[in-house]
């Protein structure tokens, strides 16, 4: 809760954030729902029945949670339901979920363990943030019978998967460089068959901050692991990853793409949500639409969003995110 608390605090108390749900091809608001105004959302989740918001105050107790149920029709609040009246993992009723301060793809305060298609399932993975500084040991299991154990290596994170290849990020470093390195690794395979780091075109980043600073660079990416690809987003620039080998598919320069260019938006970083034939990619408070068949920017959603607030989620044909006026 520190970390909420702290992006909480850099926000002044009067700022109006509302849930809006928007057309994904234009971004057109189809309904809103206001919250007052000394609450900040910090997850969003989608259900069959409903859009459940989580909120805290800005000033207070950052661990006083305010949950809102709405309808995903029209906005008004609905009876609150059991978010968790399921027994087996595949009676469960939540289609989407935000991914947090950034953290696409972490397994932080999610609620199932990764299954896999030959019926294995996880344990031992729950809280596994970008925070994580140790190892973590992650056991395999099918009906109960332990099929494969595996470590994985110090400040390892955000684990996923695409079929049975298990894909993580970890930072690492070199001197006075930190380096993002992406990692696959089949199920019951004890090596890294592909890495990815961002090439060396794409230039260090100061590793500062507004309450630090350090004479260390950073070489760091945001990734989702996609139906058809894996993406990883930095220096301004987009990158499509085969999942069997980690070969570079094709790349695009977002920050140099002509829409973009013209809306003098800065791009440098953003986080990845996919969308039916399109990607979502959110830098503080702009989402742009990519289009995968143009491997172009199609649009420029929004530029209001809320900074410092949950990722935009996708559900019932619609995109859900957070907005603020002053």
Known sequence: MLCL??????LPPDVQVTLECIDPLNGKTIWTNQFDRILRPYRC??????IVAFLSPVKG?????????LDPRNGSKVTPFDT??????KDDS??????????QGSVE??????????GWRSKGIAGLSWRNAGSNHVYFLR?????WTMTLPDGAYNLAHWNEILIYKRSTEEGKRIISTLCAQPAGKETVIWRFTLPEDIPDRPFQSFDFTSDRTIRFFSYLVGKNYVFAFGG????ALDPKTGGLLWRHSVAGDPVVRSHTLSMDSADIVENDGSLLLVSASTMLRFDLNSKTVAAVLREDLHQYGPSPIVANGAIYCFTERD
């Open 84 to 89: 968790r009246a399921f027994v087996f993992s």
């Open 236 to 239: 301004g620039t987009l990158f």
């Open 45 to 50: 989740e989608a259900y069959t029945n409903g």
């Open 5 to 10: 608390s702290l992006q909480a605090s850099m």
């Open 94 to 103: 939540q289609i989407a979920r935000s991914g947090g301060y950034g953290s």
């Open 61 to 69: 107790d950052a661990r006083t949670t305010e949950v809102v149920f």
């Open 143 to 147: 009906k109960a019978e332990l099929k």
């Open 109 to 118: 305060e999610e609620r199932s363990e990764i299954t896999l298609p030959n």
